[in-house]
């Protein structure tokens, strides 16, 4: 996956794959979910909004960067039909923190002059005038309204249509509700019939005066990105309105909410301010009846709070037709970690979120978890696909699926501004696991094949030079490798057969390996079904090279005595598009030999020191003036690393992880890194030594997996594995 302009918005994925066998996670288990973004994520990134024109940008270009191949314009000239007024809806919040627009009573004062109060039907003379000092009140009382001052009764039995209007805006304000609004005029409207159960207070404004009143950027940032803001808030207000015009909302009979599920409104807060609410107004004015449009069309200008690295496809958030809205798309969004809080605790851009195993297992029907892995991400690096994978009450295996947001929902750890991007710790990192090599295989397969493959490789899981060889070439043709037994298909590998239900099999190496018997069952799993083999292990390496690869001028060699070398040189070969070959310690093969002049091979990397590949055998290699390079080192860990380093470059990448002492999990890992290019390398069972470590810090892998389960590679060495993750 790519990786995040930051390092705290990495993958710290969780612990097990499909197939894993079912050791839990204590319940007590503390897991924290660390990330960074608030909000939706589509459209303008506020903070984002704020970097460009701290570093320069003008709100014309912050505007184009967000909203992708759009143009400004004015309203005016647009076809769009605005209602005026617009009708803006006032919330409150009740006992619950719900947010509600129905109430029963409403009290409101004069500020700074007088308020007309109009009953029902009252247009050009109105009843009662309400003046500074005085206090009213409307309430509901048997489904008609009663109207007070200072608490006695004016009048009852009324119309539950009142409004107030007053003139000297903004000078003249009301309070109401525990607002204050400056322009327009304010509305109480009736709700229920025939029995009047309500009202709705509503704010009657024009575009302008609505964006006035605007809050959801701090006026205190510089001026480009208040008038972006000004503008997407101009542009989002006109467009939903208008689609609103002929038919209000119901909670609020209103074209507009003043709430985060539109926009927020203060009202005459929103501007009030003494230093910044003249920059604000300017911000307004200066762009006033400036509106974002895509093809003429108006946009839908949808905005938040921050990211951790891009923002999102509308697509990927809403499931719209992402065609629909070809400017609400992802793109890079760098700024908002200039902002972020150290301390993620409390921080908007930065945050953290803690739960327990415990929690996670209940809040998904499970008596245990036994791992929860993000197994996929949006291109803006938000959760798309959680796995969960625990116990039922009998002690079976289940597995759920979530987005990132049910995921947070479930465990009650979002907020009414949902967070998207993020990362889950306390679990190490993941793994690629089965009860078995076989089943293994299969989890690899899922992971790296999940929409299925045309082609499949299957080689004996009992021996690792020919699952080896072939993992360069499978991974050439974009398949997987998968194990049998001599004389059998194991029940896991069938069932991952059906899944990927491929073409064609490739079966590797000959009938002393993998019975005739096995390759007539396997041809019920696909169409065609072909056998490359040789005479030995060295011959098998040169069949499948010539199989799979026309020609090629870089060649990979590794010893076939052992397993190590060639394990780690099987990632930079499928880098290099190269095959592998194997070769014994003190002589080059004739068939190996040969297949390097087919291919026409000029350039030779030959993995491992002069004990596995003698300077003789590279002496021959260079015959015909090809030229050799050497990949050594000390141990076969310390190799790992530096077939690593010599292939791949630092930042983001995934990093494969097997134990160094056996190679069943192992041998279906180097096919895997076709799709998910990344090096293999080799840690012990107890610990990480110290040549893999550095090796891991100057990759900063946004990814790393461990290929077998904790009876292999322990759960301590994963969570050491959890720091290296950037």
């Known amino acids: 996956m790519r990786r995040l302009s930051t390092a705290f918005l990495t993958l710290l994925l969780a612990l097990a794959w499909a197939g894993t066998p079912a050791w839990a996670v204590p319940s007590s288990t503390e897991i924290t979910i660390t990330g960074g973004g608030w909000g939706h ?20 270009q912050i505007l184009a960067h967000f909203y992708q191949g759009t143009a400004l314009a004015d309203l005016s000239s647009t076809s769009l039909n605005v209602p005026d007024p617009l009708r803006v809806g006032i919330h409150w919040v009740d006992s619950n923190g719900a947010q509600r627009f129905d109430r029963t009573s409403v009290s409101f004062t004069a500020i700074n002059g007088n308020v007309s109060v109009c009953l029902s039907g009252e247009t050009s003379t109105c009843s009662y005038t309400a003046v500074p000092g005085d206090t009213w009140n409307v309430s509901v009382v048997s489904g008609k309204c009663t109207l007070k001052k200072n608490d006695v009764v004016q009048a009852s039995g009324l119309a539950c249509g009142i409004s107030m209007k007053w003139s000297g805006q903004p000078t003249v304000r009301l309070s109401i509700a525990g607002k204050i609004y400056a322009r327009g005029s304010v509305q109480l409207l009736p709700v229920g019939s025939p029995t009047v159960t309500s009202v709705h207070m509503v704010v009657d404004v024009g575009i302008e005066e609505y964006v006035y009143g605007i809050g959801e950027m701090p006026k205190s940032w510089d001026l480009d990105a208040l008038k972006a803001q000004a503008i997407a808030s101009r542009t989002y207000g006109a467009k939903i309105a208008a689609a609103r015009a002929s038919a209000p909302l119901s909670v609020c009979s209103c074209h507009l909410r003043d709430s985060t599920s539109d926009q927020v409104y203060l009202g005459w807060s929103g501007e009030s301010d003494a230093v910044y609410g003249p920059i604000w107004r300017s911000a307004v004015d200066g762009t006033s009846d400036d509106v974002v449009t895509y093809n003429g069309s108006v946009a839908e200008t949808y905005y938040f709070s921050s990211t951790g690295g891009r923002t999102e496809n509308v697509g990927d958030v809403w499931g719209s037709n992402q065609a629909s809205y070809p400017y609400l798309v992802s793109v890079d969004e760098p700024w908002s970690a200039d902002y972020a809080n150290s301390d993620c605790k409390v921080s908007k851009i930065r945050w953290c979120r803690s739960t327990t195993a415990g929690t ?15 197994i996929a991400r949006y291109v803006s690096g938000s ?17 759920k699926h979530a987005t990132g947001g049910a ?11 949902s967070h998207h991007v993020y990362t889950i710790e306390g679990f190490g990192v993941p793994r690629l696991a089965g009860a078995n090599r076989y089943s293994t295989a299969t989890a690899v397969s899922k992971y790296g094949y999940p929409s299925g493959a045309d082609v499949v490789y299957v080689a004996t899981g009992e021996h690792f030079p020919d699952a080896l060889a072939g993992g360069a070439a499978a991974a050439h043709e974009a398949a997987p490798v998968l194990l049998v037994q001599k004389s059998s298909i194991p029940s896991a590998t069938k069932s991952e057969l059906s899944r990927l239900s491929p073409g064609r099999i490739v079966v590797l190496g000959g009938t002393a390996v993998i019975d005739d018997q096995v390759v007539t069952d396997l041809r019920a799993y696909a169409g065609t079904v072909t056998r490359v083999a040789g005479a030995n292990r060295y011959a098998t390496s040169a069949a499948v090279s010539k199989a799979a690869f026309t020609s090629s001028n870089v060649a990979y060699v590794a010893t076939g005595v052992d397993f190590p070398d060639a394990l780690a040189a099987v990632p930079a070969a499928v880098q290099a598009g190269a095959p592998l070959l194997l070769v014994r310690p003190d002589e080059l093969p004739t068939v190996v030999s040969t ?70 999990d192992a041998l279906s890992a180097g096919a895997l890194t076709g799709p998910k290019p990344g090096p293999v390398l080799l840690v012990q069972t ?17 990814d ?23």
Do not use: C, W
Not at 360 to 374: K, N
Not at 614 to 621: G, M, R, T
Not at 686 to 699: F, Q, Y
């Open 41 to 60: 994520g589509v459209g303008m990134a506020q903070y984002g909004a704020k970097g460009m024109a701290d570093s320069g940008s003008t709100h014309p």
């Open 360 to 374: 996670i297992a209940a809040a998904y029907g499970m008596s245990e978890v036994t791992s929860v892995s993000i």
């Open 383 to 399: 959760p798309s696909d959680i796995v969960i994978r625990g116990l039922d009450s009998k002690g079976a295996d289940v597995e």
């Open 407 to 417: 995921f947070m929902t479930a465990l009650g750890l979002r907020s009414g501004a």
């Open 595 to 664: 297949e390097l002049k087919r291919l026409g091979a000029t350039s030779i990397v030959v993995v491992g020191g002069v004990a596995a590949i003698s300077a003789d055998v590279v002496s021959s290699l260079a015959e015909g003036g090809r030229s050799v390079t050497r990949i050594d080192g000390a141990t076969r860990y310390a190799l790992s690393a530096n077939v690593s380093k010599a292939t791949f470059a630092a930042g983001g990448g995934v990093a494969y992880v097997v134990v160094g002492t056996e190679f069943p």
């Open 686 to 702: 107890d610990s990480l030594p110290a040549v893999v470590a550095n090796e891991l810090t100057r990759l900063a892998p946004g």
């Open 704 to 726: 790393i997996y461990i290929v077998g389960g904790p009876a292999v590679v322990s759960d301590s060495v994963s969570g050491v594995l959890s720091s290296y993750v950037r």
